[in-house]
Each structure stands twice: as C-alpha cells, then as structure tokens.
C-alpha cells in the first residue's frame, strides 16, 4: 500500500514549456485533489474530482489542467509554464468528501517545480 | 482567499513545554483540521473537530473550537524535539460556502522545539 504517490518530485522548466504532474492512489478513494503551496500563503486548491470522470476548478484553476480516467489517477498538466507557477504541488486523495465524514485526507510527498 | 489564519506565525519553546497555536476563520463551517508538515515533506492529519464539538483530544494534542468567535487552538503537551514542524489549520469553508470541493488552508505556524 503506497498511499499517495507524486512524480516527479523535482522539475526545472522554462517558460513555455508544458509538463504533467503525475498522482496515483491505491487506496481506491473517490476523491482527489491538487494543491500549490507558496511561501506565506499556505495551500491552494487548484483542481479536484469527485470521482472518474468528474473534475473541477478550485481556487486557482488558472494555467492548468487536469482529467480523471481512472480512480487511481489524477495528472495536473500545465499548458504553458509561467515563472509564477513555480511552487510546491501536493496531491490528496480521500475515500469522500473527508471534511465532510471525517474521513482522513492523504497527501502526497509533494512535487517541486522552479520554472526559469 | 486564506480562510484559515494561524497565530503565531512562528514558534520557538523548549522541550517538555507546551505548545498553543491559533486559528482564526472567518465564515461558516462544518469541521476544522490540523496538519503537520516537517520541512521538506507532504502534510499529515492531525485530528479533526466538527462544528458541533467544542474540545478533542488525540494523545498529546488538545483541540478546541469556539464557533462563536470562529477560532480553533491546537495545544501540544509535553513537546518534543520529533514536534518541530509546520502546523496548518484547515477548514471546508469553501464547500459549506457552495464553493469549491475542498479544504481552504491557513499559512502555517512553524514550532520548533529546543532540545
């Protein structure tokens, strides 16, 4: 049972350039998540899907993209890297709506992006 | 938007004292939760308090919440080296606002605990 697994963990990119982030859960949880963590602002929710199939914009959907083919799988793409995307991106993955049940939410390692 | 503000923003006791940390949220929720984060790694649940409880304890974490003034504290007892780390409350402001489907973060307190 690996849990939440992130890759690639480091990446430099130049600007333009696009990439995948890419997240998996063996815990066969509904829910996943992408979120950025910036120096003094905490995490953001930028993506999540409530199950295969179904995704939606969080707080900051700008500059990415996401699609849900399978319960285990949850890439982040970014279309066109901007030196403000440079971050830290955490996956999280729960059985529901943890917050709402009480379930716990499980992050990923997180991934560490410098765009250039 | 930060829903979550956490007080103070930095931390520093000695091993054995107890550590409190603040939030403060600023709309409707139906539960709050802390993490931890250590330097470098991905954020691990601490515990969770629905709106309708008013104190939690989980080993040496004591949770309180206060609808009313819409804040939370996180009390470690006993600290040790192993707790030095970024704590982050969270709450599910948003959902229960009708927004987004998921957790909205406060910035963090960074405890460190000398040895």
């Known amino acids: 049972n690996a849990g939440v697994t992130q890759t690639p963990k480091f990446q430099v990119l130049k600007t333009g350039q696009s990439m995948t982030l890419q997240c998996a859960q063996d815990?066969?949880?509904?829910?996943m998540s992408w979120y950025r963590q910036d120096p003094g602002m905490g995490l953001r929710l930028i993506h999540y899907?409530?199950?295969?199939?179904?995704?939606d914009q969080g707080e900051v959907p700008n500059g990415y993209n996401v699609s849900r083919s399978t319960t285990e799988d949850f890439p982040l793409r970014l279309l066109s890297a901007a030196p403000s995307q440079t971050s830290v991106y955490f996956c999280?993955?729960?059985?529901?709506?943890?917050?709402?049940?009480?379930?716990?939410?499980?992050f990923g390692e997180g991934s560490w992006l410098t765009v250039v | 938007s930060q829903q979550g503000e956490e007080d103070p923003q930095a931390l520093s006791i000695q091993e054995g004292e107890n550590a409190t940390m603040n939030c403060s949220y600023k709309?409707?929720?139906?539960?709050l939760q802390w993490y931890r984060q250590n330097s470098g790694r991905g954020l691990v649940h601490l515990i969770l308090i629905r709106s309708n409880e008013r104190e939690k304890h989980s080993g040496r974490l004591r949770v309180t919440l206060d609808t009313s003034k819409k804040s939370s504290s996180l009390l470690i007892t006993a600290s040790r080296a192993a707790d030095t780390a970024s704590y982050f409350c969270?709450?599910?402001?948003?959902?229960?606002?009708?927004?987004?489907?998921?957790?909205?973060f406060g910035k963090g307190t960074h405890l460190i605990i000398q040895p």
């Open positions: 709309t409707s929720i139906n539960n």
């Open positions: 999280a993955s729960s059985y529901n709506r943890g917050w709402v049940s009480g379930n716990t939410i499980y």
């Open positions: 899907s409530v199950g295969a199939g179904i995704t």
């Open positions: 969270a709450t599910d402001a948003g959902y229960s606002g009708g927004g987004a489907d998921g957790l909205t």
């Open positions: 815990m066969n949880h509904e829910y």
